[in-house]
């Protein structure tokens, strides 16, 4: 019974972290969409690259994700998901910077498992998001940030 158990929690965690980046897996075959994903095994092979650059321990880190618009219907989109990350209460907007032709708001999920640490960046003719997926704390992105 505690077999049984543990595996119906396994399986609703996967569920929900599939669940929780369906916004972004959508950009990987979409079209007028640069997508780059960088998975864990890529983080730890340039461990010493990455922390040479970040204070981003990335051991941490599950995954990265880059999706930048580069066609009007593709930025129309992101935009849309944009709206949709920056309107969800899950996410804790930790910095959110504008100005005449650009925003940029940086947003934090703590509650999501894994966690997700987002930058959003909305311009005239791009958008882009980056999403980094992993197993740190607000501590860990403070550090980070003020940095």
Known sequence: MRKLMLLALMVVAVLSAKAQNKIYAKYADMKGI??????KSMM???TSLIQGV???DANKVEKMLVISSSSPSAKKSIDD?????CNDKNYEELINSRDDDSKVSILFNGKSTPKEFVICSVENDESNII???????KKDIDKMMSK
């Open 34 to 39: 640069e997508y780059v994903c960088i998975n």
């Open 44 to 46: 730890e092979m340039g």
């Open 54 to 56: 970040s204070s981003i």
């Open 131 to 137: 999403v980094i997926l992993g197993n740190f704390s």
């Open 81 to 85: 998901d944009i709206k949709k990350i």
